[in-house]
Each structure stands twice: as C-alpha cells, then as structure tokens.
C-alpha cells in the first residue's frame, strides 16, 4: 500500500501522469472517492502518462466509456449510473478487462461483486481545501511491481 497526500490538482494530475507512463496492455485500475474528489483529474494524468491530450479528456459521466488511444488504448469508464452491477455485463464492459489496453473505472465500488479480482485500486479523500489523500492498494502480484515501481 502507498499513501501519498497531494496539496493541489497539479500534484494528482502528476502523479496520475507518472503512473501512466509505467502501464502495461491489459493493466486495470479502480478508483474511488467522493463527487469532486479528483477521480477524473487522476485520469487526465494517467493519460497524459500514456501520451493522451488531456485536453481529449473528459469525463464519461453519462456515455459510461470513453476510448482513447495513446501509446495504449486507454478506456476510461465511470459507472456511477449503472444502478446493478449486472447491468455491466448486459452493456459489454467487461470485455475490456480482457483487453490489451488500459482500463480505468471510476466508481469502481458500484461493479459490486464483478469488480476484477486483480486491479490497482485507489482511494482519494478529500482532506481540506485542495488537500487529497491518494491511497493505492495493490490486489496481485503485476500492481505489487507496478507499486514498487512508482516508489
Ligand atoms: P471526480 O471525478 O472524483 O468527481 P474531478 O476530478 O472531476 O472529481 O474533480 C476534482 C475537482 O477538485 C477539480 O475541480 C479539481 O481542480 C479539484 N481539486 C482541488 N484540489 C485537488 C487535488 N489535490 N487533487 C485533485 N483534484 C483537486
Ligand atoms: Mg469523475
């Protein structure tokens, strides 16, 4: 586990962007937080890590996915609005946890009990201000690596 608090969105963003760069095809990561936590400014960062425009970027809020593509293909999926976990297996989206891009879910906790099993989860908490607590957990041995990597 890594704990690290950022002071601003620039910080998030950065360390976003200095965990895209470290990513491999079919890497997955979850993230939770609060509305207005800075789940999709992290993306922003993690695209800009896989040589996405940020400015590309926005947030799949109500189209579920957005695909990019950078040095990897890069789905970003926020499934907030999916009110059953069932619901994302009757749209598709699990199929790109098989694939060889890189897929972020923001909300992650509403997939309930199809969360993947191995995945690189993070938590942001709102501490104050523009104060963030980043928490990243790594489920499997590839996000233990990757983890390691980031330290
Ligand atoms: P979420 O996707 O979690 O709902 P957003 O990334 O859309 O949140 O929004 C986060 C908001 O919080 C942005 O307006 C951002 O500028 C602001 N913010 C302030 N401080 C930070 C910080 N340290 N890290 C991330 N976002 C921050
Ligand atoms: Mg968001």
Redesign the pocket.
């Known amino acids: 586990m890594l704990e690290i608090t950022?002071?601003?969105?620039e910080?998030?963003?950065a360390l976003g962007e200095r965990l895209g760069q470290l990513l491999q095809p079919g890497d997955i990561l979850c993230?939770q937080?609060?509305?207005?936590?800075?789940?999709?400014?992290?993306?922003k960062g993690i695209a800009l890590g896989l040589d996405i425009a940020e400015e590309e970027v926005t947030?799949p809020t109500f189209t579920l996915i957005n695909e990019y593509q950078g040095r990897l293909p890069f789905y970003h999926m926020?499934v907030y609005r999916l009110d059953d976990p069932e619901a994302m297996y009757d749209l598709g989206l699990e199929e790109y946890f098989y694939d060889q891009g890189v897929t972020l879910v923001?909300w992650a906790d509403k997939l309930g009990e199809f969360i993947p099993q191995e995945a690189l989860f993070i938590d942001?908490l709102v501490l104050s201000?523009?104060?963030?607590k980043i928490t990243l957990r790594p489920q499997g041995q590839r996000y233990q690596g990757l983890l390691k990597e980031l330290k």
């Open positions: 950022t002071a601003s969105p910080e998030t963003k993230l937080g609060d509305l207005g936590a800075g789940k999709t400014l992290m993306a947030s926020d923001e942001i201000g523009e104060s963030r």
